[in-house]
């Protein structure tokens, strides 16, 4: 094992036995490096206060903000019936029983402050390279959103009504930073992991009410598609929000100290 920039290293050997000294360990290559970090807990008192910046941020950013998507799913459904001939009694068949496009579109946007709590925020100071940290953080949020949904089937029915519903994230990101001559300079946030549910749905009109329960399914399968595209996104948000603004925290305060 070897911290990266060192130049010595040190071979474990698992065996119980002493190395020849007149051998000398070869030294790993890249992919058999470790980096060793120091890690310290961010108290909770700053990781709360953080929270309530962030959500600041947020309204600021996404109060104005609207998704519109539409989206379409073909159903079919079959039953199997008896249909014996006499090289074959126990021949079965297949019958379509029911083929329909439904079509479901919609509208939303945020309707008020997210809840956000920043469950855990370690600091893994680094060994090898002198002022060089990364600050990690575990965050989950509920966000209040409304708008408009859409259902309909072609030529056959189409209903839309106003909704109200409670979206739900899990987070997990990093922040490097670097300390200098007593202060702290911070990349943007990048999100490494982020999962996104909608986990409640109301709606008013009654025929969309019965159907409540596959609009929420067909978010949620939409989302995971677009997993990977909508933390893209989200990070090139962060990026412009916080490229555009000076941050100012305790946070930061408290990093200098470490």
């Given at each position: 094992?070897?911290?990266?920039?060192?130049?010595?290293?040190?071979?474990?050997?698992?065996?119980?036995?002493?190395?020849?000294?007149?051998?000398?360990?070869q030294?790993?290559?890249?992919?058999?490096?470790?980096e060793?970090?120091?890690?310290?807990?961010?108290?909770?008192?700053?990781?709360?206060?953080?929270?309530?910046?962030?959500?600041?941020?947020?309204?600021?950013?996404?109060?104005?903000?609207?998704?519109?998507?539409v989206?379409?799913?073909?159903?079919?459904?079959?039953?199997?019936?008896p249909?014996?001939?006499l090289?074959?009694?126990?021949?079965?068949?297949?019958?379509?029983?029911?083929?329909?496009?439904?079509?479901?579109?919609?509208?939303?946007?945020?309707?008020?402050?997210?809840?956000?709590q920043?469950?855990?925020?370690?600091?893994?100071?680094?060994y090898?390279?002198?002022?060089?940290?990364?600050?990690?953080?575990?965050?989950?949020?509920?966000?209040?959103?409304?708008?408009?949904?859409?259902?309909?089937?072609?030529?056959?029915?189409?209903?839309?009504?106003?909704?109200r519903?409670?979206?739900?994230?899990?987070?997990?990101?990093?922040?490097?930073?670097?300390?200098?001559?007593?202060?702290?300079?911070?990349?943007?946030?990048?999100?490494?992991?982020?999962?996104?549910?909608?986990?409640?749905?109301?709606v008013?009109?009654?025929?969309?009410?019965?159907?409540?329960?596959?609009?929420?399914?067909?978010?949620n399968?939409?989302?995971?598609?677009?997993?990977?595209?909508?933390?893209?996104?989200?990070?090139?948000?962060?990026?412009?929000?916080v490229?555009?603004?000076?941050?100012?925290?305790?946070?930061?305060?408290?990093?200098?100290?470490?």
């Amino acid at each position: 094992m070897k911290a990266r920039n060192y130049r010595d290293f040190i071979l474990f050997d698992g065996s119980g036995t002493k190395a020849p000294k007149a051998k000398q360990p070869q030294e790993p290559g890249p992919e058999e490096t470790v980096e060793i970090y120091r890690i310290s807990q961010i108290p909770s008192a700053i990781r709360s206060g953080l929270a309530i910046a962030i959500r600041a941020l947020v309204m600021e950013e996404l109060a104005e903000e609207e998704y519109d998507k539409v989206s379409t799913r073909r159903k079919v459904k079959y039953v199997e019936l008896p249909a014996p001939t006499l090289r074959d009694p126990r021949r079965t068949k297949k019958h379509r029983l029911l083929s329909m496009t439904e079509q479901y579109q919609i509208n939303a946007r945020l309707d008020g402050p997210p809840e956000i709590q920043i469950t855990h925020m370690p600091y893994l100071r680094s060994y090898s390279q002198r002022g060089f940290g990364l600050l990690m953080f575990v965050a989950r949020a509920k966000a209040p959103v409304r708008g408009r949904v859409r259902y309909k089937i072609p030529d056959a029915l189409s209903a839309s009504t106003g909704f109200r519903a409670v979206v739900g994230l899990a987070v997990v990101g990093e922040v490097r930073l670097e300390k200098s001559d007593g202060q702290v300079s911070l990349d943007p946030p990048e999100l490494l992991e982020l999962r996104v549910e909608m986990r409640r749905l109301d709606v008013s009109n009654d025929l969309l009410n019965v159907v409540r329960r596959q609009i929420k399914d067909v978010i949620n399968r939409e989302i995971r598609k677009q997993n990977d595209r909508i933390r893209q996104q989200a990070n090139k948000a962060i990026r412009k929000a916080v490229e555009a603004r000076q941050f100012r925290h305790p946070l930061l305060r408290y990093l200098i100290l470490l």
